[in-house]
């Protein structure tokens, strides 16, 4: 079978997904990218979509596809686990005269996704005509390794200069000569020469990338990429791989630079689709091949973030790493009740713990007047038991208590409460967590103060 390879301009076109899971995302991430109108139809969706949605990146009808659905778009993915309704969408869709792909369903497919090597305005697609998707994978390993990693900012300049000269020279072979002679330079090179994001090179709208072969931890913060610092966010753009967490949102991801290869290596919940020793040789193995790695975590790296290990697998196997700290998710909690984790008449000191290790397992008396701000990371959905060490090494009933859960997101919520009410309170979304003491109702306002005894929840 022979192919015509096409790039398709589908800015503002409407197009139609449907299915959300796993691998409906794998294509959203792909054709959110070209500023195609996406709408997506799916009983249940990811998080992740959802999230999308709620952004307004796509819009997402929470039902069962039907072919009505079909009417006025310019392209249709099918991305279901269920073969009949792939069947459905593209027989409905052929009918109609519309491009449809029904993803790992070749003979079921107008055109295939090619894996795309990107730099800016150049990209160069690899298809295999659905023979192989991991051939094409790999083959896009390989060229991505050894292509130039300035390409994109050299052709948005290269493409200035074309303009300019086609408005001021005549038409002509010596026109053509010199268009041919600015496009001359290396294309392929060591990842020793690569470029090194020098001042000289930098140009309006691109980020330099970094030179590849060493690994960076980096700290994501806790979800609003605002809140990312200025060397997080250059590396996230720079990129060659990234690995992240499970609670990185899309928001951050989208950061990227498109030819980024990015792996979600989360493990979250108890559910381990990777163990630490598998992200360990991923990190190994992308470094030893001179790319730049961003091992990207949630909050701040070094944070129960098994940073610890990953920094002695690298140290092992002779890797060049560096730690980018971030803004660890019980700053962003502490904003969002607000109250200072410290109070000099109230909180010297502040302890972070886990759910796991949050309880007291010596039960020491406490002071009358706990001088320390609890943070609690991951402290599970029943607090009760929690509540009930802590009661037992002596705190009171009336400490002051907050849960924040998706704190600085566009999810956000508080609730509030005290320590004798603590097991009471409405299971909250994860990521959550747990700010306990007295800075939490010394320096609210007088509204909150009135309301300890009964847990409010707000929604921002």
């Given at each position: 079978m022979s192919l015509l390879p096409i790039f398709l301009k589908l800015d503002g076109q409407p197009g139609l997904l449907v299915g959300a899971g796993n691998v409906a995302l794998e294509k959203i991430t792909s054709l959110l990218i070209t500023g195609v109108r996406l709408r997506v139809i799916a009983p249940e969706a990811k998080a992740e979509i959802r999230e999308l949605a709620d952004e307004g990146q796509l819009e997402w009808i929470q039902r069962r596809f039907e072919p009505a659905d079909l009417h006025g778009n310019f392209v249709v993915i099918a991305a279901t686990d269920d073969p009949e309704v792939n069947a459905t969408v593209y027989r409905e869709s052929v009918k109609r005269g519309i491009l449809v792909n029904s993803v790992d369903d070749p003979p079921h497919c107008d055109f295939y996704f090619g894996s795309v090597v990107r730099r800016g305005d150049l990209q160069i697609a690899i298809s295999t005509a659905g023979e192989s998707p991991a051939v094409a994978q790999r083959l896009k390993r390989e060229i991505d390794?050894?292509?130039?990693?300035?390409?994109?900012p050299w052709l948005k300049n290269l493409g200035r200069f074309r303009r300019?000269?086609?408005?001021?020279?005549?038409?002509?072979?010596?026109?053509?000569?010199?268009?041919?002679?600015?496009a001359e330079r290396k294309f392929f090179e060591s990842s020793s020469d690569a470029w090194?994001?020098?001042?000289?090179?930098?140009?309006?709208g691109e980020t330099p990338r970094d030179v590849g072969g060493k690994v960076f931890l980096v700290g994501a913060g806790p979800g609003d990429p605002d809140l990312l610092t200025v060397k997080a966010l250059r590396l996230i753009q720079s990129a060659d791989v990234i690995l992240h967490d499970d609670l990185v949102p899309v928001a951050v991801l989208k950061l990227s630079h498109p030819s980024a290869e990015i792996v979600n290596v989360g493990k979250r919940c108890g559910t381990k689709n990777i163990t630490q020793e598998e992200i360990h040789a991923l990190m190994i193995e992308h470094a030893g091949t001179g790319r730049c790695v961003v091992r990207l975590k949630s909050g701040d790296p070094l944070i129960f973030g098994r940073a610890a290990e990953e920094m002695s697998a690298l140290n092992e196997a002779g890797v060049e790493f560096e730690v980018v700290p971030g803004i660890t998710a019980a700053f962003a909690a502490a904003a969002a009740i607000p109250c200072s984790l410290t109070d000099r008449n109230a909180a010297s000191n502040v302890i972070f713990s886990t759910g796991h290790h949050a309880q007291s397992h010596n039960h020491s008396p406490v002071p009358e007047l706990e001088d320390a701000t609890r943070i609690v990371y991951m402290p599970g959905r029943d607090l009760s038991l929690l509540a009930l060490e802590w009661l037992q090494d002596g705190l009171p009933a009336d400490f002051p208590c907050a849960i924040v859960s998706y704190a600085a997101q566009p999810r956000q919520q508080v609730q509030r409460t005290t320590l004798g009410e603590l097991g009471k309170v409405t299971p909250t979304e994860s990521p959550s967590l747990l700010i306990a003491g007295w800075a939490v109702r010394d320096t609210s306002n007088a509204r909150m103060c009135e309301t300890l005894s009964e847990p409010l929840t707000s929604q921002w």
């Open positions: 390794g050894q292509l130039a990693a300035d390409l994109g300019e000269i086609l408005t001021t020279h005549p038409a002509g072979e010596e026109r053509k000569a010199l268009l041919h002679q600015l090194r994001g020098s001042a000289d090179s930098t140009l309006i």
